[in-house]
């Protein structure tokens, strides 16, 4: 089965591209704790998966590079070129020389330059060339799209184009990893692009796999101890993230072969329409340094990862350990972050036989949800990453409603006084439009909000 | 890549834009090393083989050909001949030929009707053409950049009537002004006039406007002077800041071949850096780019309020070799002081609508954040924006300094700027001083004086009332409820 990857924008460019590499650092990483025989398969599987692999040799014998089942677009020439040449610089992998797009006028963060203009002209091209992607699929498992909420390329044209994905593959499953600005500053209009993107990804996209700036900023600076944080350290955080869910794994009700299986993902996850919003926690991370020198036990991190999920904490330090998983206040809300469901990775030792029944516990999860449905474990006994032991954590809570909250909040306050409106009405948005977006997104939060 | 073309008109215009091509070739030339025509150096430049006459651009191709002969995207406008054929006679008229030039004897004699409505409609078909011929040489023009001051006759006059045309011709591209304000002791005594009439011109049809005062030029480069040693050999003189790198100040740059500096070239430089500044983003890598048309998107809330006041650090940087992060930090807190800013303004006591930094060099994201985090409690931001913050990353220092800082910032207190001129206009204007020099000119009319004074007056207002609500508290409007 194999996955296609859309990169869209400056930021989709760079959080694919080094996503590609960590799965091809961990494919060739040294410890592995596997016999030699099983890690082959890990590796067969990951490089089928998310690389196409030229069948014949070329002419000195030697095997080409595996290359990326990957879309670029970018509507600036910048980014994707930069991305092709750390890819062809990696000496490991590349990119197909073909399958990229770019024009020479970026969107300049106007999400309706992107949508309204260059995503109906650029459309016939970008589908041509997914076309030509999934052709070189036996089987084809569904699409990643990367992209940002912030910018206009990533957000406008991502929009767009995967809404053309949803025409053109209805039945294919699409997921978009999007990048959440920071709090504060990167584009002034980020709260009106994340508003529009956020809405109409509701509407089409599978799955909505949320990684916030501000979270990672703080996992670089806390946990891995960086100095001065470049994008280049929070692109390998995200990368970090999203290789240890897609790495191949073995799911109880999936057989025993290895795989990785976005249907399923997507099918546990987002069992129902008005909850799309994924999170994912990962443990442990830290610096290369650290890692020779910790010792981690299993209780502790799943205990760790747990609370994580209940507290809605990012990261393994500074977790609330007051918040318990109760019933209700009276008033009907809940104060801990209560889940629809979660899907646990494990990777490493002693993987197989761990007990995660702590996770299919009732009371972190909605009541309407079946308590079978609500819990799967991957596993996979090989290290990941180099680290002995990884727990993964993708949930689908309540956890994204405080940061939708502060976007609608910031781009509704802008809104009532109309600022910025007329460079999104200049290119065929309407104010209506901006008003649809509002009431979807507010519809969002009163659902999660009454979990 | 997208192209950009540079419109210099009036003697002004046409002086920085000679020190900004300067400028712009030197920066190159350390940039490019290898003297390889690439896609950034062609957003400037074309390169042609110069053999032949009316020569065509070489093209692109994979950007690895050589650089053969550079010609500057540039539209060269004056009413007198002077200045422009002056530039021609020195070491840049090789980066221009004469079918980029347009030139008249008798000039616009300090008058803005002379200049756009007898001028602008006598060389209307000249000066499209010549616009059109350089537009053509691009394959992607993304941005016009008008350089003129606001005083004169010409600059004022024809600048703003090329902005028209423009507008209409190229409504696609985004028109850029660089506007030099007289100063309030200005020697032309209708330079309120021509300001105000100017004015209404840009307000209705430019994007985005960077207004720029000449005392605030004349006060950086007294700054600066004061910080550098000595230019004249012979005499050390111990004790008084050494500490400070040769040709590293905003300001440095004589002309290529002419001996003696011009009494304008520091000013001039100091407005050429602003643009290079301001395109770097667009021009070569980072890891967050600014394009061009980014800077409208997030600094223009309103159609009308695109004037941005800008500032430009350090001025010049220290020798020694080490950067502390401190200093860094005062690169940014230099930026936000009054006596950095290129108009005589104090955005710091005023309110902000939207504020850009522009971060060139050896920088990292994580600085920029610490800094804003500083600096942000004493700064007053409109409610509806608290979060106004429009950040870029360069790779590419300037030349002479390891890194710079350039804001661009929509502040309200340009409305005082704005009041002054409109003031020393109704001076004038009550008393009908001049006014039949400009009525005389065919097609101009009175009631061009009133709708630009209208006009002006609508502006101050607009931000003379955001400013009121500075301090004030603020009523939300409720946000959409669900019905249950």
């Known amino acids: 089965m194999s996955v296609i990857t859309l990169q869209l924008g400056q930021c989709g460019n760079q959080v694919g591209e080094q996503t590609f590499s960590t799965l091809i650092d961990d494919v060739y990483s040294k410890s592995i704790g596997v016999s030699s025989q099983d890690n082959h398969d890990y590796i067969q599987t990951c490089l089928s998966t998310f690389f196409s692999q030229p069948e014949s040799k070329s002419r000195d014998g030697s095997f080409d590079l595996p290359k990326a089942r990957a879309v670029l677009v970018d509507m600036e020439t910048k980014a994707v070129a930069q991305s092709l040449q750390q890819a062809r610089k990696s000496g490991k992998w590349s990119y197909c020389p073909e399958q990229w797009y770019s024009q020479k006028r970026g969107s300049g963060n106007n999400w309706a330059y992107g949508y309204c203009v260059h995503g109906p002209r650029s459309q016939d091209d970008i589908m041509n060339l997914v076309r030509r992607e999934v052709e070189k699929c036996d089987r084809l498992g569904g699409f990643i799209n990367f992209l940002s909420l912030a910018g206009g390329t990533g957000s406008g044209v991502g929009a767009f184009v995967t809404q053309s994905l949803r025409d053109e593959y209805p039945f294919s499953f699409i997921v978009n990893q999007v990048v959440w600005p920071y709090s504060t500053g990167e584009v002034i209009v980020q709260n009106y692009n994340a508003v529009l993107t956020l809405s109409h990804l509701y509407d089409t996209a599978d799955a909505i796999l949320v990684m916030e700036n501000d979270s990672l900023h703080k996992i670089c600076s806390q946990l891995l101890n960086i100095k001065n944080i470049s994008f280049r350290d929070i692109n390998k955080v995200i990368a970090h993230k999203m290789t240890s869910v897609l790495q191949p794994s073995l799911a109880a009700d999936l057989g025993t072969k290895h795989t990785c299986d976005l249907g399923y993902i997507v099918e546990r996850l987002t069992p129902h329409p008005q909850h799309k919003l994924l999170t994912v926690k990962n443990i442990p991370q830290m610096s290369d340094i650290a890692k020779e020198f910790s010792t981690y036990q299993w209780p502790g991190l799943l205990k760790n990862l747990r609370q994580m999920l209940i507290a809605d904490s990012p990261m393994e330090e500074g977790i609330n350990w007051e918040v318990k998983p109760a019933t209700r206040t009276e008033s009907g809300h809940t104060c801990f972050n209560r889940s629809i469901s979660t899907l646990l990775v494990l990777r490493g030792k002693e993987t197989l036989s761990l007990d995660a029944s702590m996770f299919s516990d009732p009371n972190i999860y909605a009541p309407w949800v079946p308590q079978d449905l609500a819990s799967c474990v991957f596993r996979q006994p090989r290290w990941f990453c180099g680290y002995e032991k990884a727990a993964t954590l993708v949930g689908n809570s309540s956890a994204s409603v405080k940061p939708l909250n502060k976007i609608i909040d910031k781009a509704w306050n802008m809104f009532a006084s109309r600022a910025y409106v007329h460079q999104y009405l200049k290119h065929g948005l309407t104010e209506e439009d901006f008003l649809d977006s509002f009431v979807s997104l507010e519809k969002v939060i009163d659902s999660y909000t009454k979990l | ?484």
């Open chain 2, 1 to 484: 890549m997208t192209q950009s073309i540079i419109v210099q008109v009036g003697q002004c215009g046409n002086q920085i834009g000679c020190r900004f091509w300067d400028l712009a070739l030197r920066e190159y030339a350390q940039v490019n090393k290898d003297g390889v025509y690439d896609d950034s150096i062609g957003s400037f430049f074309r390169n042609v083989d110069s053999r032949h006459e009316d020569p065509a651009n070489i093209p692109l191709g994979e950007g690895k050909g050589k650089i053969k002969s550079l010609k500057a995207r540039a539209v060269l406008v004056d009413m007198e001949e002077g200045v422009v054929s002056e530039l021609m006679k020195g070491p840049l008229g090789e980066v221009f030929d004469c079918r980029q030039l347009l030139t008249d004897v008798s000039g616009s004699g300090n008058n803005w009707a002379t200049g756009h409505k007898m001028y602008g409609s006598q060389y209307k078909e000249q000066l499209s053409e010549a616009v059109r011929r350089a537009a053509e040489f691009c394959d992607c023009l993304q941005c016009f950049f008008v350089i003129h001051s606001m005083g004169g006759g010409t600059g004022s006059g024809v600048g703003t009537r090329i902005l028209n045309l423009l507008e209409d011709d190229y409504p696609d591209v985004y028109r850029f002004v660089t506007a030099v304000y007289p100063s309030a002791e200005d020697d032309v005594i209708t330079s309120p006039y021509n300001s105000v009439l100017a004015m209404r011109e840009l307000t209705n049809h430019a994007d985005c406007v960077l207004p720029i005062e000449n005392q605030a030029l004349v006060d950086i480069v007294n700054k600066i002077t004061q910080a550098l040693p000595p230019t004249k050999s012979g005499k050390r003189v111990y004790g008084v800041s050494p500490a400070v790198k040769p040709d590293s100040a905003l300001t440095t740059g004589t002309a290529v071949g002419s001996p003696e500096e011009k009494p304008f070239d520091k000013m001039n430089n100091l407005v050429a850096n602003l643009l290079l500044n301001l395109t770097s983003s667009a021009r070569f890598e980072g890891s967050l780019n600014i394009d061009l048309n980014e800077i409208t998107m997030n600094l223009v809330p309103f159609p009308k309020m695109h004037y941005l006041v800008a500032s430009q650090t350090p001025l010049y940087c220290m020798a020694d070799v080490k950067v502390p992060p401190r200093r860094l930090d005062q690169m940014f807190s230099d930026a936000f002081a009054k006596d950095h800013q290129m108009l005589k303004v104090d955005p710091k006591h005023s309110l902000y609508l939207a504020c850009a930094l522009m971060v060139r060099g050896n920088v990292e994201l994580s600085d920029i954040r610490r800094n804003i985090d500083r600096l942000k409690p004493n700064l007053n931001f409109v409610h509806w924006n608290e979060e106004g913050w429009k950040t870029g990353l360069c790779s590419v220092a300037p030349v002479g300094q390891p890194y710079s800082l350039l804001t661009l910032a929509n502040n309200t207190c340009i409305h005082n700027t704005f009041t002054d001129i409109r003031d020393r206009f109704t001076k004038l204007f009550k008393r009908k001083a001049h006014l039949h020099h400009y009525t005389q000119v065919d097609g101009m009319d009175m009631s061009d004086f009133t709708d630009s004074l209208e006009s002006l007056n609508s502006v101050i207002a607009d931000y003379y009332n955001l400013e009121q609500t500075m301090g004030q508290p603020v009523v939300m409007e409720p946000r959409l409820q669900i019905a249950s």
